[in-house]
């Protein structure tokens, strides 16, 4: 019991390190932030010395139902084992832009759990998820929040804004949604995978999916970008990998799947990330979910 206080007292006054990450607020929820938002969950991440967590928000920037694309605004921050914040920063995006919150566990603390937490303002899409990264900056765990439409991204009260609630409504595009995945340029390749199922739900028989897949970088830019057309059962996939004479520069990048699915069918996504000497997956991502009260049960 001793040595676990001792641990979380040290890794508290390591705090102040992190400030090197981003500028300190106090606690609370700065103003104009909504207080009543319905944030991501995400569990604890158990670090140890010496590696690092980033906590990455894209600013989704592709119309949902008759919803154009907003700005994102919020907080993001850790917090240790007893609630306390280690690091915390505000963003504010326009669409298709990211940022990314790190934070390094000192030397002089052997293990810790971290707790990473985001709050949206109203307005915008904000897609969230977290990696962790070895001593050498290597990515070797990715986190989604706990499942997958773009429309619960969206953090208004207003109904009118909420694609699933209009009387009526005639069915738009309703993405999954994708975090940022760092890629290592030089050994991976990233693969958006698309499979139609092909059983019927509640008596209705399957259709032929059919969309966009696409791949930003960090700034939005498209990267490539392709269309599937399958029929039920049938699968599409869509790779991008760096050509290996351009990968003097930056080693590591940040790449987002972007899946735009239209009307019929129900494809079901997921993103692989691939070691290009051996061609095995070290990370299969689902789609993220996205609010804390799926986490109450009713």
Known sequence: MKIAQTIWLVLLLAAGAAAVYAQPFTN???PGLNMQSDPPGFGIVTLRTGQGMGLNVVCFDHQVGFVPPGPCRGL??????AGNDLVRTTYELKPGETKTLRFTLPERVAIGAIDPCWIPAPGGRAVASVEVFDAFGNPTLFAHPAAARMSDFNNSSDGRLDPGSLVGFNPQPDPPAFGMVSLSLRSQLIRVNVA?????????????CRGAFMFHDAAGGVVKTGRYEVKPGEVA????AMPVGDTTGNLIAGIIPCVLPER???AVPNVEIVNRATGDTSLLINPAVDRMSQFQKQ
């Open 28 to 30: 609370g929820i700065p």
């Open 76 to 81: 993001l921050m850790f917090h240790d084992a």
């Open 196 to 208: 139609c199922f092909e059983h019927p739900v509640n008596g209705t028989p399957p259709d032929p």
């Open 237 to 240: 996939a869509l790779e991008y």
């Open 264 to 266: 019929g069918g129900r």
